[in-house]
């Protein structure tokens, strides 16, 4: 995984607010070229030892519901690059017409998505896309693309990496369906008040990149989803353990 040279950034990347993100992350070749070799490895090994799994989410969506067993939405990756993303169909068919963004007790979801969704075993078909280079482990996730579009010149710093299966954001707001819930516009909801301080989290973790950040990532994720909580200001709590170490 290499950065392009700034010039060839899509223009509306080529600004101030980007360039300090850029500049970081430019003196971090060695980790980046580590990231993309541990994403194909790690990915295909997974692979073949999910194809067991793989097959019987296949047949139990295909049983419960009409549709594919994909859901290929469309989404943005690095440098504003659109990619259909691969995850298991956990709503009913052309569910996605209405907001792309979730609640607890959705009525889209099937019964089988439901315990999809409980286990976190929707996004493993994203190992496919990492396989491809389109995402990687650790990345701020992928958006729709109307919500891209809804981003601050310095969010867009947020492309100069591939999305991700995980990332700082997404463990410390686990609970989004549950903010997004009773929302009369979850859109809005989202758009103004959801998104932006996810953002914050994705930009601070470029700042804190490193290969080892992201294998600390991963780590995290696993003990998320066992039910341990993080807290939301990763910048605050982060000057709050300096503060702590440092009394005597």
């Known amino acids: 995984m290499r950065l392009v040279k700034w010039e060839k950034l899509p223009c509306e990347m080529q600004t101030e607010e980007v ?5 970081i992350l430019k003196k971090k070749k060695f980790g980046l070229f580590f ?7 790690v990915s295909f090994v997974m692979l073949l030892i999910l194809s067991p799994i793989f097959l019987i989410l296949a047949i139990a969506i295909k049983v419960d519901s009409r549709g594919p067993v994909f859901y290929r939405q469309l989404r943005v990756t690095q440098y504003g690059k659109r990619f259909r993303i691969f995850k298991f169909r956990t709503m009913v068919q052309n569910a996605d017409k209405g907001s792309q963004v979730t609640v607890n007790n959705d009525s889209r979801i099937t019964r089988v998505g439901k315990l999809i969704r409980k286990c976190r075993l929707d996004e493993i078909s994203q190992l ?8 990687t482990f650790v990345g701020t996730r992928p958006e729709a693309v109307k919500y891209v579009e809804h ?13 991700g299966i995980t990332s700082e954001a997404s463990i410390r707001y686990k609970d989004e369906d549950t903010l997004l819930d009773g929302a009369e516009d979850t859109d809005k909801v989202y758009i103004e008040q959801v998104l932006p301080e996810k953002m914050k989290i994705n930009l601070w973790s470029i700042k804190k990149f ?4 992201d294998i600390g990532t991963m780590f995290r994720t696993v003990f998320a989803v066992l039910g341990k909580n993080y807290p939301k200001d990763v910048e605050k709590n982060e000057k709050s353990a300096k503060e702590g170490v440092k009394k005597p």
Do not use: C, H, Q, S
């Open 19 to 23: 360039k300090k993100y850029y500049d």
């Open 35 to 41: 990231k993309r070799m541990f994403d194909i490895f």
């Open 128 to 135: 496919i896309d990492v396989l491809r280079g389109t995402m």
């Open 151 to 163: 981003y601050t010149p310095e969010m867009m710093a947020t492309l100069l990496l591939p999305a």
């Open 210 to 213: 490193n290969f080892w950040f």
